[in-house]
């Protein structure tokens, strides 16, 4: 029992949001409606000669008839011509809401279009920017190892120079301890040479 009625309740709920969505668009169209038809009325008539009250006695009651009403064909005349403006007016407004509902179906579409894009656009993005933060890390990464090899190479370099250098040194001194070396050994062969010629 209670369910068809929460269901009518939930579409007239759906269809008082639907209304108020289009309230300024229906006032706007009804304050043209009343404008256009105040301005294709047409003037009122000039005021018709009385005319004289008929008194008629009814069967039953006795009592005096109210004035009939005014069935010229003039006063058809307008009524249907009032009717018809009316009527023009109506359908003007009601083409004119249609158009404007089918215009506010469309831009709704595409704002739902738009914003699927843009929820789209959006994760590429991130995922783009993701990618180019870690493309950042590996080439900080690279540099250092680049710049880490760098002063290695200095360092082996300078060390290779002052092996050089040592090498050379020691070369040299080398070289002086084997001269000095010869130059004791020539003495001292001279030296036992003199000594065993004098004996």
Do not use: C
Request: aromatic fraction near 4%.
């Amino acid at each position: 029992m209670t369910d068809w009625i929460d269901q009518y309740s939930a579409a007239l709920d759906i269809r008082d949001v639907r209304e108020q969505a289009h309230k300024p668009y229906i006032d706007a169209f009804t304050k043209l409606a009343d404008r256009t038809t105040s301005l294709a009325a047409p003037p009122p008539p000039s005021p018709a000669p009385a005319l004289p009250l008929t008194i008629t006695k009814t069967p039953s009651r006795g009592k005096t008839s109210s004035p009939a009403p005014d069935s010229s064909p003039d006063a058809l005349t307008r009524l249907r011509t009032d009717l018809s403006t009316t009527q023009k007016a109506r359908s003007a407004l009601q083409t004119q809401v249609t158009d404007l509902s089918t215009t506010l179906s469309t831009i709704e579409l595409q704002q739902k279009s738009s914003t699927s894009q843009i929820a789209v656009l959006s994760q590429q993005k991130t995922a783009l920017e993701r990618r180019l933060k870690d493309r950042e890390d590996e080439l900080r990464g690279k540099q250092k190892l680049v710049e880490d090899a760098q002063d290695e190479m200095v360092a082996q370099g300078l060390q290779m120079n002052v092996a050089e250098e040592k090498a050379k040194r020691l070369e040299v001194e080398n070289k002086e301890l084997v001269e000095r070396w010869m130059r004791r050994m020539g003495e001292e062969a001279d030296k036992v040479n003199r000594e065993s010629s004098w004996r």
